[in-house]
């Protein structure tokens, strides 16, 4: 793909007068870890094979009595918790893994957490699809439609990863995050400064779960061409951080915190040097979650804030590629809040 491509498919919006902020953050891991160790045993693989090439030392996997959408009706009602309101006006729900094709799941987390008749609807951009939701979310809302939406994005990867494919086994995990969007000020902090969003189904090919038609013939699993999504997402996420920095008015070097996909610790690496970026203004927390696709970003934010990495202030770009293929970032200056995070 060249940056050109990349460049000619992508809109961006640099935001009107009233902004969408971020007001509250909540999360939820299952409870049930699970080590590299664990994997060796099912795989031809091995723990320093995992850690090296991937960051990854553990990831999470959900109860079979735990739905994707238990999942993200805990990190709502987290997020709920964490901005300290009772209700929003909109839920979109971002995830992979839904439950079922129909119907959507947003609409049943609202009823589930005493949402009542909000409008309520579901993101479909894999590992973009929080990123996506929170452009939708913030367009509710300096739109007029909406003063507060929740964005939901919830993960069961465990479910569609063949446990037989070592290329992909070991890297997903399960989990989901969540935050609360209200209406405010473009210069109060978490206000969303600029957006990049962009697409290239030329790439549909590299990331795919098969539908009903060719799970007819056999095919079940996730499939991904793993070395090219990873050269694809460094120059993907990077061209798409310089677009949202030039809009926010920022460089790298004044750049705080990237906060970008959490998919492999090499990509963020490697990313983190094409921008000329040290590894500590760079969030890598995945080693005990693995990838979790839509989840990823709300949940590297929540650990960021816990271990002091990201702080209130902080001028901070979050972006991330996947399937579609899909990319967003998106700019902000980071909030004073306290994230809300639980496991199930
Ligand atoms: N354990 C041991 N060996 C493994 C392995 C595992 N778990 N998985 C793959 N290998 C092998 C391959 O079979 C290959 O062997 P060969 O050289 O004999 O053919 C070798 O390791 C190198 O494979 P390659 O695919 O080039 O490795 P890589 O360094 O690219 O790492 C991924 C593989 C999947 C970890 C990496 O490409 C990746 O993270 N891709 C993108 C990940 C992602 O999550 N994207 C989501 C959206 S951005």
Redesign the pocket.
Same mark, same amino acid.
Not at 43 to 46: A, E
């Given at each position: 793909m060249s940056a050109s491509g990349l460049d000619k498919n992508t809109r961006r919006n640099s935001g009107p007068p009233t902004s969408a902020v971020i007001a509250g953050l909540g999360t939820c891991l299952p409870s049930k870890e699970i080590h590299n160790a664990s994997l060796v045993g099912e795989?031809? =693989?091995?723990d320093e094979? &995992?850690r090296t090439? =991937?960051g990854i030392e553990s990831r999470r996997r959900a109860d079979p009595a735990v739905s994707v959408i238990d999942l993200a009706c805990e990190a709502a009602g987290n997020a709920l918790r964490s901005a300290g309101v009772a209700t929003v006006d909109g839920l979109i729900f971002a995830t992979t893994t839904p439950e079922r094709p129909c119907p959507a799941g947003a609409p049943e987390i609202a009823a589930r957490i005493g949402q009542g008749n909000i409008p309520a609807f579901d993101v479909s951009a894999v590992?973009s699809g929080f990123l996506y939701a929170l452009a939708t979310a913030g367009s509710l809302i300096t739109a007029g439609i909406a003063d507060n939406v929740l964005v939901v994005a919830a993960e069961t990867y465990s479910r569609i990863v063949d446990p037989a494919d070592?290329?992909t086994a &070991?890297?997903f995990g399960d989990g989901a995050g969540a935050v609360v969007l209200r209406s405010g000020p473009p210069d109060e902090p978490g206000a969303l400064l600029a957006y990049d969003l962009g697409s290239d189904g030329t790439g549909a090919h590299l990331?795919r779960i098969p539908g009903a038609r060719e799970q007819a013939t056999g095919e079940r699993w996730f499939a991904?061409s %793993?070395?090219k999504?990873?050269l694809q997402?460094i120059d993907g996420m990077a061209q798409s951080t310089l677009r949202v920095l030039k809009d926010c008015g920022w460089s790298a070097e004044t750049l705080d915190q990237l906060v970008p996909?959490q998919? *492999?610790a090499r &990509?963020m690496e490697a990313l983190a040097k094409r921008l000329d970026l040290p590894p500590e203004r760079v969030v890598c927390e995945l080693a005990r979650t693995g *990838?979790t696709a839509a989840a990823s970003i709300p949940l590297a934010l929540a650990d960021a804030a816990a271990a002091g990495r990201l702080r209130p202030g902080h001028r901070t770009v979050l972006t991330t590629? %996947? %399937?579609g293929i899909t990319w967003a970032s998106a700019g902000l200056i980071w909030p004073k809040l306290t994230a809300v995070t639980s496991e199930i």
């Open positions: 795989l031809d =693989t091995s094979w &995992i090439r =991937t590992c070592r290329s &070991i890297l990331i991904m %793993g070395r999504v990873y997402a996909h998919a *492999n &990509i *990838n590629f %996947g %399937g």
